[in-house]
Structure formats: structure tokens, C-alpha cells
């Protein structure tokens, strides 16, 4: 069996968590869990699992937490080839304070590893949610799980578990 890396760049630990409680529900076995900040040091580790779930919350205005960006600038100078891999996103924002943005880097996530050849699944609905914009969007739903903890943290541990549900027989199933 496959697999997961699980990678994530939070600030102030929402990400993270959201992380962790991936891991669980996916089995701890089975996954191997990286913070950008303090185990990530290049490109290859990512290139190591064949399942991906990546973690990135949105700061500035739409902008990649700030322990992607040097990843995502090198891997564009670089062009690995993420052929044959299968990437879920996920990540916090504020739909309330930052709704002109709302979880933004998602979508900057998405197109990166898209360009690289990588099949990117665990879209997500936007029921429930209120915000004016996101780059995150695609065909009318996210391109990955968008979790509030500031304005909806009653609805994260749903979300998460409707997520990994959708995500199981792609991840567990024919892995
Ligand atoms: C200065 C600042 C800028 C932010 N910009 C955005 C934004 O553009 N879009 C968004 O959805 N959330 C934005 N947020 C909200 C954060 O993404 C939110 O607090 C999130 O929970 C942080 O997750 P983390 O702890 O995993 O980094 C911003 C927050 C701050 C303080």
C-alpha cells in the first residue's frame, strides 16, 4: 500500500491541526506528515509518495502561507514532473475579514500542480460558506477543503469528514 504525504504551512496552527486530523482519519500507518517550516527542505521530498495531501493556509491578500513560497518559486524555475501523482488540497482562511480572497492560495496551489502534471482531485462544495471572491474556484466549487476555524469552526470536523469520505477510495481505495 501507498503511502501519503501529508505536507502543510500553517502560522498559527489551524492548518497544522487540520493536518493531524487527516492523518488519523486516513491512519497513521499510513501517512507520513511533513510542516513546511520545520521538515521540508526540497522539492524531492514531495516526489517520494505517489498521494498527496497539501496543507496551505492564505495570508497577505490571497497570497501562499509564507513556507510555500520558496517551494512553489523553485518547482516553477524547475519543472519537476508530477506525472502520476494525485493531490488534495486543503488549508484555513477567514471568509468574513478576507472574504475578497477567501482561501486564495488553494487556488494558486491547485494551477502550480497542475502545470507540473499532476492529477488534482478532492474538490469540495462552497454550501455553507459566504465570501465575495476566491482564486480557489473551479467548475463552481473549491479545488480543495477550505476550512473557517475563525467563522465556522462548528462546521471543520463535518467538513473534514465529508472530505476524507470523497477522498477514501481514492487514497485508501485502489491504493
Ligand atoms: C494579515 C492577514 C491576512 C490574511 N489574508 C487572508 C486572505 O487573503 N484570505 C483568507 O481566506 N484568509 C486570510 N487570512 C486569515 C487566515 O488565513 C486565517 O487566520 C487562518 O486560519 C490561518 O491559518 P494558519 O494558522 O494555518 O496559518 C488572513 C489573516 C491575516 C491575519
Not at 487527516?22 to 507520513?32: A, H, I, K, S
Not at 511533513?34 to 491578500?61: I, K, P, R
Not at 501523482?85 to 497542475?114: E, M, N, P, R
Request: proline share 3%; with cysteine; glycine share 10%.
Amino acid at each position: 500500500m501507498s503511502k501519503i504525504g501529508i505536507f502543510y504551512g500553517s502560522t498559527s496552527g489551524i492548518t497544522e491541526e487540520i493536518a493531524q486530523k487527516l492523518r488519523v482519519l486516513f491512519g497513521e500507518q499510513l501517512c507520513d506528515i511533513y510542516s513546511m517550516e520545520e521538515d521540508f527542505d526540497e522539492y524531492g521530498q514531495l516526489l517520494d509518495y505517489d498521494y498527496l495531501l497539501l496543507g496551505c493556509s492564505t495570508w497577505g491578500a490571497g497570497e501562499v502561507q509564507n513556507d510555500w513560497r520558496e517551494p512553489l518559486f523553485e518547482m516553477e524555475l524547475e519543472k519537476p514532473d508530477f506525472t502520476g501523482k494525485t493531490i488534495a488540497l486543503f488549508g484555513a482562511g477567514d471568509q468574513v475579514s478576507h472574504g475578497q480572497d477567501f482561501v486564495s492560495a488553494l487556488g494558486t496551489l491547485y494551477q502550480h500542480f497542475q502545470k507540473l502534471g499532476a492529477t488534482l482531485v478532492g474538490d469540495y462544495p462552497t454550501d455553507g460558506y459566504d465570501f465575495k471572491h476566491s482564486n480557489a474556484l473551479h467548475d463552481g466549487k473549491f479545488v480543495g477543503l477550505p476550512i473557517d476555524e475563525i467563522n465556522q469552526s462548528e462546521l471543520t470536523e463535518e467538513r473534514i469528514n465529508q472530505w476524507v469520505e470523497s477522498l477514501r477510495p481514492v487514497f485508501i481505495g485502489s491504493n
